[in-house]
């Protein structure tokens, strides 16, 4: 660790190198400073992206709760295809409520 | 002969192996060596079966002592390792806030070391010798869960219990909100439940994916060089490397910034703006 200690030694070209570095590596991670909110366009992309992923959960997490229940209750085609078309519904609300929050804050900017 | 022989070199410098799913084959680590050498020994066969959890906890425990040396001797002038830290939790503070406001900031710990976490694991799948333990979907249901269980604990302190009840009914308000609630109510339910399943098949299938693509190609680099029986392959793994490195990154944010959002959706004011 004496690089670290050498490096924070209190030389003010050091201090500025560092200033220098700090600016670059914020600039390259996409002009985040401290009063800036975080680029809106690469929030949308996050939430853009688990869409065709919401679909397909969707399905799947009814499918299984009506397999479970089927096996507890002997009902058994009904409770998969009740929950699985459930499970459908709610991943389109999920959907809806991604784009609004999406569109939501593309609107305010 | 020289297609059986290239057929056995490849099998074994890439020394794949069959994670549980058919056909897919990743890269060896350490442990599959270990196990492939001292296959009796009980131990051996322990750390086979737990090796996603291993990695895990390696990761884990490279973070803990990053931060120790970090945060040891912290300074106004920060040195390199500070600065890097630094600048990681401030942009993170910046991404949360910016979605949630202000009061976002008492989540940035959580998200933040999500992301630095999963950005960890995501790496090691391209470092020889090591797994991503994302590519498991054990591991990417152990950490949506941690993210449902947060996201419903906040709720419930947020909006107490009746008020988290009154939300997973769709917060209704007049009478067709609350004729519909029989409705709403397994909906919502679902819906909750459909957000730790999108987050871990997500960030499980495009890391497995990444993996086993880098397996295939490094299997097809030492087919290509088999014909003069060169222990090595060429590098044709090497593009896929970078597209790697540039997921990896993509997801550990998705996953921490769908995380920051579901948070969000379930703080009060939150729950009357999509109502």
């Not at chain 1, 992309?45 to 096996?71: C, K, N, S």
Request: charged share 15%.
């Amino acid at each position: 660790m004496s690089f670290l200690k050498i490096r924070s030694g209190s030389s003010s070209n050091l201090n500025n190198n560092n200033n220098l570095r700090l600016t670059l590596a914020r600039s390259f991670l996409g002009n985040l400073k401290n009063d800036e909110k975080f680029d809106p366009r690469i929030r949308n992309v996050g939430i853009l992206i688990t869409i065709p992923m919401v679909f397909a959960a969707g399905p799947i997490v009814g499918f299984l709760i009506g397999y479970w229940l089927d096996q507890k209750f002997g009902s058994d085609p009904w409770g998969k295809t009740i929950l699985s078309l459930l499970g459908f519904v709610a991943s389109i609300r999920q959907v809806v409520e991604l784009i609004k929050d999406a569109t939501k804050d593309t609107n305010h900017d | 002969m020289i297609e059986e022989t290239a057929h056995s070199a490849a099998h074994k410098a890439a020394a794949s192996h069959e994670a549980a799913h058919e056909g897919l084959k990743e890269l060896a680590n350490w442990i599959t060596l270990v196990n492939e050498r001292w296959h009796d020994v009980p131990f051996v066969n322990v750390l086979h079966q737990w090796e996603n959890v291993v990695f895990s906890l390696t990761a884990a425990f490279f973070l803990i002592i990053l931060s120790f040396f970090a945060t040891r001797k912290k300074s106004l002038i920060p040195g390199p390792l500070q600065n890097v830290l630094e600048l990681a939790v401030e942009s993170f503070e910046n991404l949360v806030t910016g979605i949630m406001g202000p009061r976002g900031r008492a989540y940035v710990p959580f998200i933040a070391t999500l992301f630095i976490y999963i950005l960890t694991q995501n790496f090691m799948g391209l470092v020889p010798g090591l797994k991503a333990p994302t590519s498991s979907l054990n591991t990417t249901v152990g950490l949506a869960i941690c993210v449902f269980f947060y996201v419903q604990g906040i709720g419930i302190k947020q909006n107490g219990i009746f008020g988290y009840i009154h939300h997973l009914m769709g917060s209704p308000h007049d009478i067709v909100g609350w004729i519909m609630v029989p409705l709403n109510f397994p909906l919502h339910i679902l819906q909750e439940l459909i957000k730790p399943m999108s987050l871990s098949l997500r960030l499980f299938g495009n890391i497995l994916g990444e993996d086993s693509l880098i397996a295939a190609f490094v299997g097809l680099g030492i087919l290509s060089l088999s014909f003069i029986h060169s222990p090595i392959g060429l590098p044709l793994q090497f593009p896929f490397f970078l597209l790697s490195m540039l997921l990896g990154t993509i997801q550990a944010l998705v996953f921490s910034l769908l995380s920051t959002i579901y948070i969000s959706l379930m703080l009060p004011s939150s729950a009357h703006e999509t109502a």
